[in-house]
């Protein structure tokens, strides 16, 4: 009969799962908006504001590239007929701000409000999950 003590590591790992995923993507593109309704239509929100006599392009602004790296180890354990799998997980392992653009008004003027275009929210921050899965 085996040494239960001497199986060491590999009883450890067995039944243990480790994955993960990356994620990357540039940002989205935008419209800069004059919150007016310069054409008439009733609708203030998607009328794009004209600078020196040029009419803002369809989508010329960018939000800021977008990464995240998930991870999640997990053990099942054997508890007579039945199972036992259990895990954490990480969301955002890297604490990436990933921030972002949350005021698109440009205004009525010929420059920018001030607060246009400022990468002004945040993501969601780094964040662990434990859980626990009976299988019977």
């Known amino acids: 009969?085996?040494?239960?003590?001497?199986?060491?590591?590999?009883?450890?790992?067995?039944?243990?799962?480790?994955?993960?995923?990356?994620?990357?993507?540039?940002?989205?593109?935008?419209?800069?908006?004059?919150?007016?309704?310069f054409n008439n239509d009733s609708q203030i929100f998607t009328d794009r504001p004209t600078v020196d006599g040029r009419h803002f392009e369809r989508n010329q602004f960018r939000q800021p590239d977008f990464?995240?790296?998930?991870?999640?180890?997990?053990k099942t354990w054997r508890i007579g007929p039945t199972e036992l799998y259990t895990?954490?997980?990480?969301?955002?392992?890297?604490?990436?701000?990933?921030?972002?653009?949350?005021?698109?008004?440009?205004?009525?003027?010929?420059?920018?409000r001030a607060t246009f275009g400022l990468e002004s929210?945040?993501?969601?921050?780094r964040t662990f999950q434990l859980a626990a899965r009976f299988s019977f």
């Not at 993960?20 to 989205?28: A, I, K």
């Not at 990464?67 to 997990?74: D, I, N, Q, T």
């Not at 929210?121 to 921050?125: C, D, E, H, K």
Request: hydrophobic content about 30%; overall charge negative.
């Open 87 to 112: 895990f954490v997980e990480c969301f955002n392992c890297t604490d990436a701000s990933n921030r972002f653009v949350t005021d698109t008004v440009w205004g009525t003027g010929q420059t920018p």
């Open 121 to 125: 929210g945040v993501g969601t921050p």
């Open 67 to 74: 990464y995240s790296l998930e991870a999640r180890l997990g």
């Open 1 to 37: 009969m085996e040494d239960v003590g001497q199986r060491g590591l590999g009883d450890a790992l067995d039944r243990t799962t480790l994955s993960g995923s990356f994620r990357y993507s540039t940002g989205s593109a935008f419209n800069a908006t004059a919150n007016s309704d």
